[in-house]
Protein backbone atom coordinates (compact mmCIF):
# COMPACT_ATOMS: atom_id res chain seq x y z
CA UNK A 1 0.00 0.00 0.00
CA UNK A 2 1.30 3.37 -1.18
CA UNK A 3 2.08 5.70 2.40
CA UNK A 4 -0.64 8.41 1.30
CA UNK A 5 -3.14 5.45 1.32
CA UNK A 6 -2.41 4.91 5.11
CA UNK A 7 -2.10 8.44 5.42
CA UNK A 8 -5.59 8.82 4.53
CA UNK A 9 -7.47 6.45 6.73
CA UNK A 10 -4.99 6.88 9.92
CA UNK A 11 -7.42 7.61 12.81
CA UNK A 12 -10.28 6.49 11.11
CA UNK A 13 -12.66 3.67 12.42
CA UNK A 14 -12.74 0.65 9.41
CA UNK A 15 -16.55 0.13 10.55
CA UNK A 16 -17.19 3.85 9.39
CA UNK A 17 -15.20 3.69 6.40
CA UNK A 18 -16.78 0.30 5.52
CA UNK A 19 -20.30 1.72 6.29
CA UNK A 20 -19.19 4.46 3.21
CA UNK A 21 -18.57 1.77 0.98
CA UNK A 22 -21.67 0.03 1.50
CA UNK A 23 -23.84 3.48 1.41
CA UNK A 24 -21.96 4.88 -2.21
CA UNK A 25 -20.22 1.89 -3.72
CA UNK A 26 -16.34 1.25 -4.37
CA UNK A 27 -16.07 3.83 -7.42
CA UNK A 28 -17.56 6.09 -5.94
CA UNK A 29 -15.76 5.86 -2.53
CA UNK A 30 -12.39 5.44 -4.57
CA UNK A 31 -13.70 9.06 -6.44
CA UNK A 32 -14.03 10.84 -3.26
CA UNK A 33 -10.83 9.53 -1.60
CA UNK A 34 -8.62 9.35 -4.31
CA UNK A 35 -7.17 6.08 -4.21
CA UNK A 36 -7.20 3.48 -6.32
CA UNK A 37 -9.40 0.45 -6.39
CA UNK A 38 -6.78 -2.26 -5.64
CA UNK A 39 -5.31 -0.48 -3.27
CA UNK A 40 -8.64 -0.31 -1.37
CA UNK A 41 -8.87 -4.21 -1.85
CA UNK A 42 -5.99 -5.07 0.27
CA UNK A 43 -7.03 -2.89 2.70
CA UNK A 44 -10.28 -4.00 2.96
CA UNK A 45 -9.08 -8.15 2.85
CA UNK A 46 -6.78 -6.85 6.18
CA UNK A 47 -9.81 -6.18 8.33
CA UNK A 48 -11.39 -8.20 10.37
CA UNK A 49 -14.62 -10.02 9.22
CA UNK A 50 -13.95 -8.95 5.64
CA UNK A 51 -10.78 -11.41 4.77
CA UNK A 52 -12.31 -12.74 1.89
CA UNK A 53 -14.64 -9.60 0.68
CA UNK A 54 -13.96 -8.04 -2.51
CA UNK A 55 -14.50 -4.33 -3.03
CA UNK A 56 -16.57 -5.16 -6.17
CA UNK A 57 -19.33 -6.73 -4.54
CA UNK A 58 -19.59 -3.09 -3.05
CA UNK A 59 -21.93 -1.05 -6.08
CA UNK A 60 -23.65 1.48 -3.82
CA UNK A 61 -27.53 1.76 -3.66
CA UNK A 62 -27.26 4.69 -6.27
CA UNK A 63 -25.68 3.07 -8.57
CA UNK A 64 -26.75 1.13 -12.04
CA UNK A 65 -25.10 -2.09 -12.92
CA UNK A 66 -25.40 -1.15 -16.62
CA UNK A 67 -22.75 1.74 -15.56
CA UNK A 68 -20.11 -1.03 -14.97
CA UNK A 69 -16.92 -2.59 -17.03
CA UNK A 70 -18.25 -5.73 -18.51
CA UNK A 71 -16.34 -8.12 -15.94
CA UNK A 72 -17.91 -6.59 -13.21
CA UNK A 73 -21.38 -6.94 -14.85
CA UNK A 74 -20.08 -10.81 -15.47
CA UNK A 75 -19.36 -10.91 -11.86
CA UNK A 76 -22.75 -9.49 -10.64
CA UNK A 77 -24.77 -12.04 -12.45
CA UNK A 78 -23.25 -14.59 -11.71
CA UNK A 79 -23.35 -14.08 -8.05
CA UNK A 80 -27.23 -13.20 -8.38
CA UNK A 81 -27.28 -16.76 -10.15
CA UNK A 82 -25.61 -18.62 -7.43
CA UNK A 83 -27.36 -16.61 -5.10
CA UNK A 84 -30.97 -17.49 -6.87
CA UNK A 85 -30.00 -21.05 -6.96
CA UNK A 86 -29.01 -20.96 -3.08
CA UNK A 87 -32.35 -19.69 -2.27
CA UNK A 88 -34.47 -22.46 -4.52
CA UNK A 89 -32.16 -25.53 -3.11
CA UNK A 90 -33.28 -24.22 0.41
CA UNK A 91 -36.98 -23.72 -0.97
CA UNK A 92 -36.95 -27.27 -2.49
CA UNK A 93 -35.61 -28.36 1.02
CA UNK A 94 -38.22 -27.17 2.93
CA UNK A 95 -41.21 -28.03 0.34
CA UNK A 96 -39.40 -31.53 0.79
CA UNK A 97 -39.48 -31.61 4.23
CA UNK A 98 -43.36 -30.17 4.78
CA UNK A 99 -44.43 -32.91 2.30
CA UNK A 100 -42.35 -35.30 4.67
CA UNK A 101 -44.42 -33.93 8.04
CA UNK A 102 -47.83 -34.39 5.89
CA UNK A 103 -47.26 -37.71 4.41
CA UNK A 104 -46.38 -38.86 8.23
CA UNK A 105 -49.32 -37.08 9.69
CA UNK A 106 -51.12 -39.21 6.92
CA UNK A 107 -49.93 -42.24 8.11
CA UNK A 108 -50.67 -41.75 11.53
CA UNK A 109 -54.51 -40.23 10.95
CA UNK A 110 -54.82 -43.72 9.07
CA UNK A 111 -53.48 -46.20 11.45
CA UNK A 112 -56.19 -44.19 14.18
CA UNK A 113 -58.68 -44.69 11.65
CA UNK A 114 -57.91 -48.09 11.45
CA UNK A 115 -57.90 -49.25 15.32
CA UNK A 116 -61.11 -47.30 15.22
CA UNK A 117 -62.34 -49.52 12.78
CA UNK A 118 -61.00 -52.61 14.47
CA UNK A 119 -62.87 -50.79 17.77
CA UNK A 120 -65.93 -50.92 16.30
CA UNK A 121 -66.06 -53.96 14.94
CA UNK A 122 -64.43 -55.94 17.62
CA UNK A 123 -67.92 -57.03 18.94
CA UNK A 124 -68.70 -58.38 15.38
CA UNK A 125 -65.04 -60.02 15.10
CA UNK A 126 -66.38 -62.14 18.49
CA UNK A 127 -69.23 -62.80 17.20
CA UNK A 128 -67.91 -64.22 14.32
CA UNK A 129 -65.21 -66.18 15.55
CA UNK A 130 -67.40 -67.74 18.31
CA UNK A 131 -68.85 -70.48 17.12
CA UNK A 132 -71.62 -72.06 20.07
CA UNK A 133 -74.45 -73.02 19.29
CA UNK A 134 -76.23 -71.85 16.27
CA UNK A 135 -79.19 -69.31 16.91
CA UNK A 136 -82.75 -70.92 16.29
CA UNK A 137 -85.77 -68.66 14.86
Known amino acids: MPQSF ?15 LEIFGFEEFCKHEGIKGWGLQKWL ?14 LGKHSAASDLPLA ?3 MLAIQTERSKHETLVADYKN ?7 LIEQQKEQ ?3 YRMQEYRNLQPVWDLINNKGDPVEI
Do not use: C, M, T, W
Open 6 to 20: KKRFAGRDPAELINE
Open 45 to 58: QKQKGHENDSVFSY
Open 72 to 74: KQI
Open 95 to 101: RLGEKDR
Open 110 to 112: LRY
